[in-house]
């Protein structure tokens, strides 16, 4: 009788812990960080968390499974996200961005790049230095997207360097792009990848990058419920992950290697 009972015990403790514990992984689709199409999710974001799974089994013995659910915009992914205590939110999401206590964020896995874009006419700003920012820039208008770290980007023009700096609001980064490239007298800032797929997609705009106003004060991270323990250990994982080739393979795949060299946590 009471090896039968061992034995009963037994079967149930093991039928508890050998069920595979099942990750929500909630994604925007935003290219090149995931993009769905009829093979599956896929794009920088989606491989990254691959292998973050791929670490939990071999590193730290869990028998984990990923589903992943596409969503149809930012507010519902967050929302879904403080619901669902084992999930994880991709949404090319600027670390902090979401001011509340109701969610977390993962260690940065990449910086976010902001370009200082004008017309391919304009002149070069040759340092970044009031004299070189007033010549070059000094009788242009910014564009910009209120209540953006773009926007943060041109209010620091604005009051470091050309205080009566006329600035206009648009909507997206393909305004301004567009903006830019049909008037010299036009600058902005946009997200490196942001313009990075606008040339793949329109490569005889003629466009300049003004290196030396470059921004890298922000970095993307994942999106987590408050108290997950994902925090931690995709933290334990980047630390080794971001030193191997691996990292460095996948930024050049989906970015290209100039945007990996300059956006790579190092």
Not at 141 to 163: G, M, P, R
Not at 251 to 261: R, S, V
Request: aromatic share 12%; charged share 25%.
């Amino acid at each position: 009788m009471r090896s039968s009972i061992i034995l009963f015990l037994t079967l149930v403790f093991n039928c508890i812990y050998s069920q595979s514990s099942i990750i929500t992984i909630n994604y925007i689709s935003h290219a090149p960080f995931a993009i769905k199409d009829s093979t599956g999710p896929k794009g920088l974001e989606i491989e990254i968390m691959n292998e973050y799974v791929l670490w939990l089994k071999s590193v730290k013995k869990k028998d984990v499974t990923i589903d992943y659910k596409l969503k149809d915009d930012y507010t519902s992914l967050v929302n879904d996200i403080k619901k669902d205590a084992k999930s994880i939110g991709l949404a090319a999401c600027i670390t902090g961005f979401e001011k509340t206590t109701d969610v977390e964020y993962s260690a940065p896995f990449l910086k976010n790049v902001s370009f200082c874009i004008t017309n391919g006419n304009a002149p070069d700003v040759k340092a970044k230095n009031s004299t070189e920012i007033t010549r070059a820039l000094g009788n242009m208008t910014a564009l910009t997207i209120d209540k953006t770290n773009l926007n943060s980007c041109v209010a620091e023009i604005k009051k470091l360097y050309i205080n009566d700096l006329k600035v206009s609001f648009l909507n997206t980064d393909i305004e301004i792009l567009n903006s830019i490239a049909k008037n010299v007298l036009y600058f902005g800032y946009v997200d490196a990848i942001d313009f990075w797929m606008y040339l793949k997609k329109y490569p005889n705009k003629f466009l300049k990058v003004q290196k030396s106003l470059d921004q890298t004060k922000e970095t993307f991270s994942f999106i987590l419920p408050k108290g997950s323990e994902h925090k931690k250990l995709f933290g334990e994982f980047f630390i080794s992950f971001k030193a191997g080739v691996k990292y460095r393979l996948l930024l050049e795949k989906h970015l290209g290697g100039f945007m990996a060299q300059n956006m790579a946590i190092k």
